[in-house]
């Protein structure tokens, strides 16, 4: 379903591992170019699983997921319905709760209709600055005395650098954020979209004494101080955002989640306005190329992402950080990340212009059937790269960062994939371990 990518996986990795050793003992192992297959499933089935995962950004997260998936008569990919409902928070103040619906047939039409209703929270939301005057200093939001701070909140023992433990950091709730998308083929392989976009989005940027909240500036209100960031205006309250969206797609893969060759390609706008119901006026487009191609085996895979995205306008600074298209979700931050740039801190560039380019080669080195369910083992490595600019006019010069790293995936009937990622970022020289759901892309 639009690539629905929330976690819940630590579970499903305990079952899929003794699923494994079952399988070793009971079904003589498949063929490694020509494993046996079961048949395909049909009709209804309900899937439920507990959520938990963990990212260096986010810290542990938990929760749990109930999916209703309509398989039809086993020919429609990835199925014919989808529902699921999923409660899931962090440790580190992040959640995300959500009710999606994804009908790629729906009511038996050619249109593919997604629903998204959620509520989220980021409680600890990065801000590092905008385009090239985005700077991280560690010194200034570390300290390893926490119990000192309790008393003084503005003072590290040991580190006189420090300007506060949430220096680097404000609040952003939204409630609701409301997404709907429709999309259907026109000719071939191309595919037209249309949406809307609905968020009600409070922002603090102010801790109390729980938090360990400093008593001076953060950077976010140092760069509103400056005159730098929303010209002066005030970012502390709640604002409303209305998006109508539209987009030009052509969809090529073999297998939505995990494809082997092929390609996506899409060019999608968006435009706000007071009567699209929002309080800003500001636009947006959006270029996301992605190609999978298999190197002389199935089992070895080649895939690369290349993304730009620009905006003009009014537009509000905490969707400084976002992209668009049908297939991006509201909570996914921007440059750095779980979703975005692997060991590259969590928004860590953000600004009115930004570029990403993703690239895995992807070994599937394992398929087994345990228990009549097909499971593959795939190992990762990755290049993750970004730059973002603070607008169109380009004047800053822009800042980019790279990554490196690899990982492992296990996926079950190829729809359901847990993946780990480990990243390296030698510039900020900031690592991260991802534990997550399905590819990146």
């Known amino acids: 379903m639009y690539a629905i990518r929330t976690t819940w996986a630590v579970v499903l990795s305990a079952l899929l591992g003794g699923a494994a050793a079952r399988a070793q003992e009971r079904v003589p192992p498949p063929s490694p170019e020509a494993p046996t297959l079961p048949p395909p499933r049909t009709g209804w089935r309900v899937q439920g699983l507990p959520l938990l995962n963990f990212n260096s950004d986010e810290g542990l997260g938990y929760g749990a997921r109930l999916m209703l998936v309509d398989a039809g008569d086993g020919t429609q990919a990835p199925y014919r319905h989808a529902i699921v409902a999923q409660f899931f928070q962090t440790t580190r103040g992040n959640a995300v709760h959500r009710l999606m619906l994804d009908a790629p047939t729906f009511l038996d039409s050619r249109w593919?209709?997604?629903?998204?209703?959620?509520?989220?929270?980021?409680?600890?939301?990065?801000?590092?600055?905008?385009?090239?005057?985005?700077?991280?200093?560690?010194?200034?939001a570390a300290c390893d005395d926490r119990n000192a701070l309790e008393d003084a909140p503005d003072v590290c023992p040991g580190n006189p650098s420090f300007r506060g433990l949430r220096y680097y950091n404000f609040e952003q709730r939204t409630l609701p954020s409301v997404v709907l998308n429709a999309r259907r083929p026109v000719l071939g392989p191309w595919q037209v979209a249309m949406g809307y976009r609905f968020r009600m989005t409070r922002v603090g940027t102010r801790y109390d004494a729980d938090d360990l909240g400093q008593s001076r500036a953060s950077r976010l209100e140092e760069d509103v101080q400056a005159g730098v960031l929303n010209d002066g205006k005030p970012v502390v309250g709640t604002f409303r955002t209305a998006e109508l969206t539209a987009g030009l797609l052509l969809d090529l893969r073999d297998n939505e989640p995990a494809p082997i060759r092929g390609m996506f390609?899409?060019?999608?706008?968006?435009?706000?306005a007071g009567a699209t119901g929002s309080s800003f006026n500001y636009w947006g487009v959006t270029a996301n190329f992605r190609?999978?191609?298999?190197?002389?085996?199935?089992?070895?895979?080649?895939?690369?992402?290349?993304?730009?995205?620009?905006?003009?306008?009014?537009?509000?600074?905490?969707?400084?950080?976002?992209?668009?298209?049908?297939?991006?979700?509201?909570?996914?931050?921007?440059?750095?990340?779980?979703?975005?740039?692997?060991?590259?801190?969590?928004?860590?560039?953000?600004?009115?212009?930004?570029?990403?380019?993703?690239?895995?080669?992807?070994?599937?080195?394992?398929?087994?059937?345990?228990?009549?369910?097909?499971?593959?083992?795939?190992?990762?490595?990755?290049?993750?790269?970004?730059?973002?600019?603070?607008?169109?006019?380009?004047?800053?010069?822009?800042?980019?960062?790279?990554?490196?790293?690899?990982?492992?995936?296990?996926?079950?009937?190829?729809?359901?994939?847990?993946?780990?990622?480990?990243?390296?970022?030698?510039?900020?020289?900031?690592?991260?371990?991802?534990?997550?759901?399905?590819?990146?892309?």
């Open 112 to 140: 593919r209709l997604g629903l998204d209703l959620s509520i989220l929270s980021d409680r600890f939301s990065p801000y590092y600055g905008v385009g090239g005057a985005a700077t991280f200093d560690r010194d200034f």
């Open 265 to 272: 390609h899409e060019l999608a706008v968006r435009g706000a």
């Open 291 to 441: 190609f999978y191609h298999p190197l002389g085996t199935d089992r070895l895979v080649a895939a690369l992402r290349l993304m730009g995205d620009a905006m003009g306008g009014d537009v509000p600074f905490f969707l400084l950080s976002s992209f668009g298209g049908v297939e991006w979700r509201d909570g996914w931050g921007g440059v750095g990340g779980v979703f975005t740039s692997r060991g590259i801190l969590k928004n860590r560039l953000q600004g009115e212009v930004k570029t990403l380019l993703n690239g895995e080669v992807r070994w599937q080195f394992l398929s087994v059937v345990p228990l009549n369910q097909r499971v593959d083992f795939t190992l990762v490595a990755f290049l993750d790269a970004g730059a973002a600019w603070a607008d169109l006019s380009f004047r800053d010069g822009g800042m980019g960062r790279y990554a490196g790293g690899g990982g492992l995936r296990a996926a079950w009937e190829k729809n359901f994939i847990v993946r780990l990622d480990y990243g390296v970022s030698p510039q900020d020289g900031t690592t991260g371990f991802y534990l997550d759901f399905n590819h990146m892309f």
